[in-house]
């Protein structure tokens, strides 16, 4: 037989348990980034907390200590491989606790993605005018009052392409997690491919499908974009699939 | 009689070794309108934007109504709804309409229901003349429609004093006089105003005061006729020369 009739004969035989491991794909990545972003939302939020001279000593020295943590778990994330952090983390720690292997792998993927998403949602923050915020504090809201009101809004909308951009780096990066045995969908092309010792076809299979998913969705993320694009609008590029972008501020926006 | 609302006390502000404010003390009555002037780089924004606390000043006092607003337990963001400030960039929130831009703020920081903060919203709105644009985006408006929009926002929050910084340095030439009129009729509702302005028109015929700032310090301060007309400081002569 050739490729064309391996692959025909291993999807035709294993076309459910590619469905199957497609959808967990999708699940893990699509509530990685979710739960990514709230991390990633968390921890920004907490950096950018001001500190003034009126603050207690208590207050400054644990803020000082929290940024610390912070700063490493954003550092570390970024600065290692997720394939090295999803064996430490799971056989480390997870497997002595008898986790579900799905839950294992959306917990490694979303404190992976949290990572990212602070230094995308910082970006988005700094992205703001700063006459935002002192428009806001000048009226007499708070620190808290300020972000959730007027600068988050305006950052998460800023950030929505690198958010879609995550989630789309998460489809394709979460087929690492093969390793802790996850049925994603990298996992099960390498069980149709030895069940027959044909690697090649089965992979061939499985490119095509992470490529249709991650056609399919970057289209329509670019659609639901264009749709709240308003009259001012940029973006911040900076992302995991290119972690040393600085983050850059493409098309100022206008005064307001 | 006068009732002393603001009191700035030997005031005092350095941004590292550069010393913008040196030693300004100022008192302001209820319902004058004082026009502050001066060349740029002369400290004036940095004044304004001590008394809203924007800025921390490096020494002296400032007395909201005889309390000192840099104590610790002093309440600054309820000070601030008090004392509310208009920005030569407007400043209006982005992410909000016009009409937003006035709601949001008293529901936020004054606790007031929905339909009491559109109330007054509306009833501002229609004041500054812009009920008509009331559902558009900053982004939509013009200069001076933002501007008055701004206005609005810091009335809804029924403030004793606002500060305006150079609230039409950033209008074109067209605009400059829908905003002016904004103010000089609030300055005949009794509202107590700090303009920083190069509009030596609204300076003469709307303010009860002028104080004319160099390096720093409050060189002169009297009425506009002493001020203006009449300088005595050889510096506010070269100013007004120079802006006349
Ligand atoms: N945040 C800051 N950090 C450092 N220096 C500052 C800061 N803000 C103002 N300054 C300096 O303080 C001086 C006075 O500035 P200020 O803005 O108060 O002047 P101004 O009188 O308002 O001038 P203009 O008419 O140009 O607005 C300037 O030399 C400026 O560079
Ligand atoms: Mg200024």
Redesign the pocket.
């Known amino acids: 037989m050739n490729t064309f009739e391996w692959i025909g004969k291993i999807f035709s035989e294993y076309w459910n348990e590619f469905l199957r491991g497609m959808g967990n794909t999708l699940i893990m990545a699509l509530t990685g980034t979710a739960i990514g972003f709230l991390i990633g939302l968390a921890v920004a939020i907490v950096r950018t907390i001001p500190l003034t001279e009126n603050d207690s000593k208590f207050k400054r020295v644990s803020k000082k200590i929290i940024d610390v943590i912070l700063t490493a778990y954003v550092e570390i994330i970024r600065g290692t491989p997720m394939l090295v952090q999803a064996l430490i983390i799971h056989y480390g720690f997870f497997v002595s606790l008898n986790m579900h292997p799905l839950i294992s792998a959306i917990i490694i993927i979303s404190f992976n993605t949290g990572a990212y998403m602070a230094e995308i949602v910082r970006g988005g923050i700094i992205s703001v005018d700063k006459g935002q915020v002192e428009g806001a504090h000048a009226i007499g809201m708070n620190h808290w009052q300020t972000m959730t009101n007027v600068i988050l809004p305006q950052a998460i909308r800023n950030i929505m392409p690198s958010i879609g951009n995550e989630f789309v780096v998460n489809i394709k990066d979460s087929s690492v997690l093969s390793v802790i045995s996850i049925t994603e969908l990298m996992f099960i092309s390498k069980q149709a491919g030895g069940a027959y010792a044909q690697f090649v076809p089965s992979y061939l299979i499985c490119a095509l499908i992470y490529l249709i998913l991650t056609f399919t969705i970057t289209r329509i993320l670019r659609l639901l974009e264009k749709k709240m694009e308003g009259g001012s609008s940029y973006m911040i590029c900076g992302s995991q699939s290119d972690p040393d972008a600085q983050i850059r501020v493409v098309k100022e926006k206008d005064n307001g | 009689m006068a009732e002393t609302i603001l009191e700035l006390k030997h005031l005092a502000k350095s941004?590292g070794e550069?010393k913008?404010l040196k030693d300004i003390s100022l008192t302001v009555e209820k319902g004058e309108v004082i026009s502050i002037i001066?060349s740029?780089?002369?400290?004036?924004?940095?004044m304004l934007r001590c008394v809203n606390l924007l800025e921390r000043p490096t020494g002296g006092e400032i007395l909201f109504k005889g309390e000192n607003i840099l104590e610790k337990k002093f309440n600054l963001n309820a000070y601030r709804t008090k004392v509310g400030m208009v920005f030569q960039s407007f400043n209006l929130y982005n992410n909000m309409t016009a009409f937003e831009n006035c709601v949001k703020p008293q529901m936020i920081v004054l606790k007031r229901s929905r339909k009491e903060a559109e109330e007054i919203a509306r009833n501002f709105i229609e004041k500054v003349g812009m009920s008509a644009y009331i559902n558009a985006k900053p982004s939509q408006l013009s200069g001076g429609q933002k501007q008055r929009i701004a206005i609005a926002r810091t009335l809804s929050m029924n403030p004793e004093v606002i500060l305006f910084d150079?609230p039409t340095s950033a209008l074109d030439p067209e605009m400059v006089g829908e905003v002016l009129q904004v103010m000089k009729d609030l300055a005949s509702t009794g509202l107590t105003m700090l303009v920083?302005t190069h509009e030596m028109g609204f300076a003469k015929n709307v303010s009860s005061r002028v104080v004319f700032?160099d390096e720093g310090v409050i060189a002169e301060e009297g009425t506009p006729e002493t001020v203006l007309v009449n300088p005595q400081n050889q510096r506010t002569k070269e100013f007004l020369s120079k802006v006349l």
């Open positions: 941004f550069n913008v001066g740029s780089g002369s400290g004036k924004s940095t150079e920083v700032m």
